[in-house]
T-cell receptor, first 111, second 114 residues
Framework: LAKTTQPISMDSYEGQEVNITCSHNNIATNDYITWYQQFPSQGPRFIIQGYKTKVTNEVASLFIPADRKSSTLSLPRVSLSDTAVYYCLVMIYNQGGKLIFGQGTELSVKP | DADVTQTPRNRITKTGKRIMLECSQTKGHDRMYWYRQDPGLGLRLIYYSFDVKDINKGEISDGYSVSRQAQAKFSLSLESAIPNQTALYFC?????????????FGEGSRLTVL
């Protein structure tokens, strides 16, 4: 299984850019990388997904190097409302897309 | 109305009791999942189903069973609840590999086993 490793927690201040890196050394050729955000007592919410290079949407950017053994979620100019847990997942293609969550990164944004 | 609905939202039960958590979805997705969340452990996959006739064990299926009654319904059962099954349980759906594989979660069912 392509397990993921991410920092347990991070602190930031409003207006800063936050980068959260995830390692997935055993990622397979057809696997995708997906990031979710979770607020307390709510289900996780999809943020972004990518396969290689860079993906950007209205919320975040995802950077994936050529070897795909890691990925970095970039949140531009965070606000207090970005305080949440962020999960990096690998969608395991050869198991029909089974999605395994790691421990996640607890991001705390301070004023 | 929520696309993925879980019932009950909160349940307190006693050790040894049978408990069922139900999940229904209106998204028309074939794939449904049950996860449990414990503080500091993220979400762990219990069971998943890719269609009505397909049931698969996840990471931590011991002590749990599931039933996929229809495309829209996926139930999780604890035949004999024990205190270490106290957790927040989430149901999720996805449209499979043809789309992004994005998971859509319910609001969670908080279970306490005394």
């Amino acid at each position: 299984l392509a397990k993921t490793t991410q920092p347990i927690s991070m602190d930031s201040y409003e207006g800063q850019e936050v980068n959260i890196t995830c390692s997935h050394n055993n990622i397979a050729t057809n696997d995708y990388i997906t990031w979710y955000q979770q607020f307390p007592s709510q289900g996780p919410r999809f943020i972004i997904q990518g396969y290689k290079t860079k993906v950007t949407n209205e919320v975040a950017s995802l950077f994936i190097p050529a070897d795909r053994k890691s990925s970095t979620l970039s949140l531009p100019r965070v606000s207090l409302s970005d305080t949440a847990v962020y999960y990096c997942l690998v969608m395991i293609y050869n198991q029909g897309g089974k999605l395994i969550f790691g421990q996640g990164t607890e991001l705390s944004v301070k004023p | 109305d929520a696309d993925v609905t879980q019932t009950p939202r909160n349940r307190i039960t006693k050790t040894g009791k049978r408990i069922m958590l139900e999940c229904s979805q209106t998204k028309g997705h074939d794939r449904m999942y049950w996860y449990r969340q414990d503080p500091g452990l993220g979400l762990r996959l219990i069971y998943y189903s890719f269609d009505v006739k397909d049931i698969n064990k996840g990471e931590i299926s011991d002590g749990y069973s599931v039933s996929r009654q229809a495309q829209a319904k996926f139930s999780l059962s604890l035949e004999s609840a024990i205190p270490n099954q106290t957790a927040l349980y989430f149901c999720a759906t996805s449209d499979g590999l043809g789309g992004t594989g994005e998971l859509f979660f319910g609001e969670g069912s908080r279970l306490t086993v005394l």
